[in-house]
């Protein structure tokens, strides 16, 4: 029978143990297989090349994506580091300008080595895009929404567009997860995720996960994290697969969170912009309402730094945390341009519009109240005035409605 994702994930494993019949996913922890015969396996010799635990967990993510095949990597950069290993030397990638900055640091050393050449796009100027596309242009790498100022860009124009010019469409899907957007349903070929976030959501693991459209192209990804030795060990799998079995419950509250303090930060005279699809002056918020199955967890906002002291709000928070990372159940605060994009070029991060004043949420589970309190005394902390007799306004019917399921 076909099942709700949510049920897939809650059953997720449950078929692995065909000895004692157990409900939680063994964990097969072995690095090596006894053969049954001379070139005879029960499926496993070497745990590089394939482990129980981490195929339960590679087929699940393979089912919610709608691909033919995934491979389950050590971190989510290891993911992307195994997709650009399918590119010949030399070739040419066209990626969002204002991609996540380990991205942007991988592509630059590759750039710097000869083996990639990469342009930065804004990819919602088709003119720039076009322009951008040069004979040995192999790939389009996508980021929507995109990390840190979730910009959403069109998934199935930009399909047209790589199909046009015989591109791969890369899509890094780590900000909203399999249940909110699927990109292979718009014609990406390759989906690429940090599982460190949300696919685990609880912090305590690093992974990542590369997902294929087709089984050719699946074969070839999997021959490649084998070579590169980039798989994710049995233990991370199984965590991975334990967080994930919890992610569409996470994933509501997470949105009912990033909604209302989205709506809280637009009231407020010191933020200048909130950058969240799920406002509706969001500029791309009718296309995320037309791809996503929901806006997420991640809100990011810009406050004038010359009337702010960004350094003081990102201090006087007590529930946000001050750290990297993001989509684990505790809710975190950051500043890319000295933090999670800090290795990007000056020159690049102005381009890309990542500035001093803008600041990124992880929005956790906790008490809406609460984080909506702790936002507002360190606005005020950091001298942004008014902002705390802000906090008694009434909120709006919007911003306290429940996160969208299913649709948006």
Request: proline share 4%; charged share 20%.
């Amino acid at each position: 029978m076909d099942l709700d994702p949510e049920t897939t994930l809650s059953l997720a494993g449950q078929d692995l143990d065909d000895t004692f019949n157990s409900v939680v996913p063994p964990l097969y922890q072995s690095a090596i297989f006894q053969f049954e015969d001379v070139g005879e396996t029960k499926g496993y010799d070497y745990t590089r090349s394939g482990n129980p635990t981490r195929a339960a967990l590679e087929d699940t993510l393979a089912g919610l994506d709608g691909g033919a095949g995934a491979v389950a990597c050590a971190t989510g950069m290891a993911a992307v580091s195994t997709v650009t290993s399918l590119f010949d030397a030399g070739a040419h990638l066209i990626c969002a300008h204002d991609c996540y900055g380990g991205t942007e640091r991988l592509f630059s050393c590759l750039d710097d080595q000869d083996k990639l050449s990469v342009s930065y796009e804004d990819l919602s100027d088709r003119d720039a895009l076009a322009d951008a596309v040069r004979p040995e242009t192999a790939a389009l790498w996508v980021e929507t929404p995109s990390n840190p100022l979730l910009r959403i860009v069109d998934l199935e124009a930009l399909s047209e567009f790589a199909d046009a010019h015989d591109l791969l469409l890369v899509i890094d899907n780590t900000f909203l997860s399999p249940l909110l957007q699927r990109p292979i349903d718009y014609g990406a070929d390759l989906v690429v995720y940090s599982a460190t976030k949300y696919l685990n959501g609880h912090s305590d693991v690093v992974g990542g996960a590369v997902i294929a459209c087709t089984e050719a192209l699946a074969d070839r990804v999997d021959f490649a994290a084998n070579a590169h030795g980039t798989v994710a060990a049995p233990f991370d799998s199984w965590l991975v697969l334990r967080g994930a079995k919890t992610l569409p419950v996470r994933l509501r509250q997470h949105e009912t969170n990033a909604r209302a303090l989205a709506h809280f930060l637009d009231e407020r005279p010191a933020v200048q912009r909130v950058c969240y699809p799920g406002l509706h002056d969001h500029p791309g918020h009718e296309i995320a309402r037309a791809q996503q199955n929901g806006y997420g967890g991640m809100v990011s906002f810009f406050v004038d730094d010359e009337q702010v002291d960004v350094e003081a709000l990102l201090r006087s928070t007590e529930v946000f945390a001050l750290a990297e990372s993001l989509g684990g159940v505790e809710s975190l605060i950051e500043h890319p341009a000295t933090m999670s994009h800090a290795s990007m070029a000056p020159e690049q991060r102005e381009a890309a519009g990542i500035t001093n004043g803008l600041i990124r949420l992880s929005v956790g589970i906790e008490s809406t109240d609460d984080l909506r309190a702790d936002l507002s005394q360190a606005l005020t902390a950091a001298g942004a005035e008014a902002a705390a007799s802000g906090y008694d306004t009434p909120v709006s019917a919007e911003a306290q409605a429940p996160a969208s399921e299913g649709t948006c």
